[in-house]
């Protein structure tokens, strides 16, 4: 059966998620210059910019290859290590040309989160793409 079919048939409850979290989410296989997953689960991290409901959200896949490009926002992504542990920061970009909206049932696992700052800038960012 494909992926698509088994997560939209699937009856396991939908994940609980919020805005500025970073979720790997079964992308699918796209076309053309289109984003789309890695594997054969084609699982691609994205950063959960809008929410909606608890159904369906706006995010914007995210790449590790940095680029100097208006459509482009790097910044790092943070995660927990564990109690009484720092938080490490991993480099990411968000490929802002890329916005889609996604239905929760293809969130996998959660990685992390983007800084309060970063997620502002990065909105910013989104808003200057638009007409």
Known sequence: MPLKVELNNSSEPR?????REIW?????????FEQDGQGENFLRPAVIIRKFNNEVFWCVPLTRTKKDLPFYFNFKIHTETGENQKAAAESSAAILSQIRLID????RRLIGYISKKDFKLLKEKLK???P
């Open 15 to 19: 994940l609980f998620f919020h805005v």
């Open 24 to 32: 790997y989410c079964h992308f699918g296989e796209n076309i053309g």
């Open 104 to 107: 929760s049932k293809r969130l």
């Open 128 to 130: 200057a793409l638009l």
